[in-house]
C-alpha cells in the first residue's frame, strides 16, 4: 500500500531551485577563497579553515532544515529561507570589506592580532548565509517526496541536481566570473541568481504578500555605493596608487613613492614583487643578484660567456630588465602565470617589447612551461614566490633535475628562499635537496631581508670564483654587473644541507614554512618586521 506523503504536483521549478542553490553554494565557496586570499594569501591553511567551516556551516544546514521541514513542510517557507539566505550571501563582500581593509593595512603593518581577529570574523560572517542554504536539500526533499515507495528515487534526485549546480559554482566562477568580473562581482551575481528564482517562486506561492522582499537588491546597491569605493589596501606612506586590478591569481596593486620609484605588490602586500625607476636599475635587494648566478663558474667567466637565460616568477620583469641591460639582445624566457601582472608590467615596469625585445613571455605554469621550451641557458632563475610560499613543485629532486636539463654545460640556477635571523630550515633544505642534482651550491644573504639566494652550478665550483670573476672583469664592464658582484662577494654565507630533501611524492614545503612562521611571531618577529617597515 502507498501512503501519500503530499499532493502530487509539479516540481519543475523546485529542481531548479535546488540546481540554483548548489550552484550559488560552491560559487560563495570558492568565492571566500578569494576574498581572504587577497589579505591572507591562499595557503593549505587558508584553504583549510575556509572549506573546513563552510563544510560546517553545511551540516548545521542539513540538520536544521530536516527539522524545519517536518514543521513547516510549505514551499513558502523554503523559497523564503533561500531569499534570506541570497540576500545575506550578497551581504558578505560588503561586511567583509571594513573588515579585510583594516586587516590588509595591520598585515602590512604585521599587527599579527589584527589580522587573525579579522580572519575569524569574516569566517564567522559565512555562518547564518551558508546555513541557510544548506537547508535547500532536505527541504526540497521533503517537499518533493510523493509517497513512501519512490522516497528514494526523489531523494537521488535532488541531490544529484544539487550536486550539478555545485559543479557549476566550482568551474565558473574561478574560470570566468572571478577573473572577468572580480570577487565581489562574483558574490553579487550569484547571490543575485539565487534570489531572483527564490522571489519567484515565493511569489508564485504567496503573491503580492512577497513585494517587500524587493527592498532587499534596494539594500544591496546602497550598501554597495557606500562601502565598494576606494582601495582594498592604502598605498604606503608617501606613495601614489597607481593601478590595481584583480585576477585569477592575484589582487594586484601597484604603487609609486615620491622619488619615482614604482612596486609591485600582490594579495597581502608583504614582500615586493617588482620594482622600476626610469633612470636607475640597481635596488640591491634580491633581483640583482640573479646576475651573480654566471659568475660562480671557474675564472675568468666573462660577460661574453652569457648565452640566454630564463625567469621562473618573471612578475613585472626586474631581473628581465637587468639581464637585458647588461646582456643586450641576450635570449629570455620569462615565464608567470598571472596574465595580469604581465599586463602591469605592460603598463608600468616597461616590460614591452621596445624596451625589452629580447624577452619572451609565457603565461602558464612555471614548471610546465619550461619543459616546453628548447633553449639552453646560462642561468635559469626563479623567483616564484607567494609570501611566504615557494609552490611546492618547484622545489622537488625531480623539477631541479628538468631544471638542469635545459642549462648549458656551465648553467647555473638561482632561487630566492626565505628565512628569519634564526631559523634557516627551508634554506638548509632547498641546499640538500640541490645538492642530489647538482655538484655545488652557494648561498648569499640579502641585506635588509629575509631572503637567502641559493646558486647551484652545473660544475664543481667555489665561492671564491665569484670574487675572481669580480677582480676578472674587464673595464668596460657594465657598473650594475660589477656592483652586484661586489655585492654577492659581501653577502657570501656558507650553506648548510639539512636532513629534508624535497619530491614530487614528498614535499612539506609549506609545513615547514608555517613553522618557521609562527617560531617567528612567537619570538616577537612582528616587532621586526614593523622595524622594516
Known amino acids: 500500500m502507498t501512503v501519500s506523503i503530499s499532493k502530487n504536483r509539479n516540481n519543475t521549478f523546485l529542481y531548479l531551485t535546488v540546481f540554483v542553490s548548489g550552484m550559488a553554494t560552491l560559487a560563495i565557496e ?183 522582499y524587493l527592498l532587499m537588491p534596494l539594500i544591496i546597491a546602497i550598501l554597495s555605493w557606500l562601502v565598494m569605493s576606494g582601495a582594498l589596501r592604502d598605498p604606503l606612506a608617501n606613495a601614489t596608487l597607481l593601478y590595481e586590478d584583480e585576477s585569477a591569481y592575484n589582487y594586484i596593486q601597484v604603487q609609486e613613492d615620491n622619488h619615482g620609484n614604482r612596486y609591485l605588490y600582490l594579495n597581502e602586500g608583504q614582500g615586493v614583487h617588482s620594482q622600476w625607476h626610469p633612470d636607475i636599475l640597481e635596488t640591491r635587494r634580491t633581483w640583482d643578484f640573479f646576475l651573480t648566478g654566471p659568475y660562480f663558474n671557474a675564472a675568468p667567466y666573462s660577460p661574453a660567456d652569457v648565452q640566454a637565460a630564463a625567469i621562473i616568477g618573471l612578475a613585472a620583469g626586474t631581473i628581465a630588465r637587468q639581464y637585458t641591460h647588461v646582456y643586450p639582445g641576450i635570449p629570455l624566457d620569462g615565464i608567470e602565470i598571472d596574465p595580469a601582472i604581465i599586463r602591469a608590467g605592460e603598463l608600468f615596469f616597461d616590460m614591452n617589447p621596445s624596451a625589452m625585445p629580447n624577452l619572451t613571455v609565457y603565461a602558464e605554469d612555471g614548471r610546465f612551461a619550461l619543459n616546453h621550451l628548447n633553449r639552453q641557458y646560462s642561468m635559469i632563475g626563479i623567483d616564484a614566490y607567494r609570501p611566504p610560499y615557494i609552490p611546492w613543485h618547484l622545489t622537488t629532486v625531480q623539477f631541479f633535475e628538468e631544471v638542469r636539463d635545459h642549462l648549458t654545460e656551465d648553467g647555473t640556477v638561482v632561487i630566492n628562499v626565505g628565512r628569519t635571523q634564526e631559523d634557516r630550515r627551508l634554506v638548509d633544505a632547498l641546499t640538500a635537496t640541490l645538492l642530489q642534482v647538482f655538484p655545488s651550491v652557494h648561498g648569499m644573504d640579502v641585506p635588509l631581508s629575509f631572503n637567502t639566494i641559493l646558486v647551484a652550478t652545473n660544475q664543481p665550483t667555489t665561492e671564491q670564483n665569484l670574487l675572481d670573476n669580480l677582480n676578472a672583469l674587464p673595464a668596460d664592464a657594465d657598473s650594475l654587473l660589477r656592483s652586484t658582484l661586489a655585492l654577492g662577494v659581501e653577502t657570501l654565507v656558507p650553506v648548510t644541507a639539512s636532513s629534508t630533501i624535497f619530491t614530487d611524492d614528498r614535499a612539506p614545503v609549506e609545513t615547514l614554512v608555517d613553522s618557521l612562521v609562527l617560531n617567528f611571531l612567537l619570538g616577537g618577529g612582528a616587532e621586526q618586521l614593523q622595524g622594516n617597515n
Not at 109 to 126: D, K, Q, R, T
Request: aromatic residues 12%; positive net charge; charged residues 10%.
Open 30 to 212: 570558492m568565492s571566500a577563497s578569494r576574498l581572504l586570499g587577497s589579505v591572507f594569501g591562499t595557503s593549505n591553511l587558508v584553504w583549510a579553515n575556509v572549506i573546513g567551516l563552510i563544510l560546517l556551516y553545511l551540516t548545521a544546514g542539513y540538520f536544521i532544515g530536516g527539522r524545519w521541514a517536518d514543521r513547516s513542510p510549505h514551499k513558502r517557507t523554503f523559497y523564503g529561507i533561500l531569499v534570506w539566505g541570497a540576500f545575506l550571501c550578497a551581504l558578505i563582500p560588503l561586511l567583509s570589506r571594513p573588515v579585510l581593509r583594516g586587516a590588509a593595512n595591520a598585515f602590512v603593518n604585521a599587527n599579527v592580532g589584527v589580522s587573525l581577529g579579522s580572519f575569524v570574523v569574516v569566517i564567522i560572517l559565512f555562518a547564518i548565509p551558508i546555513t541557510l542554504l544548506g537547508t535547500a536539500s532536505p527541504f526540497a526533499i521533503r517537499l518533493a517526496v510523493q509517497d513512501v515507495a519512490t522516497t528514494g528515487r526523489t531523494t537521488g534526485r535532488i541531490n544529484g541536481i544539487s550536486t550539478l549546480g555545485s559543479l557549476v559554482g566550482t568551474f565558473l566562477p574561478v574560470l570566468l566570473i572571478i577573473p572577468e568580473l572580480g570577487t565581489f562581482a562574483t558574490f553579487i551575481l550569484f547571490s543575485g541568481a539565487l534570489y531572483l528564482v527564490a522571489f519567484i517562486g515565493l511569489f508564485r506561492e504567496i503573491g503580492k504578500r512577497a513585494l517587500p
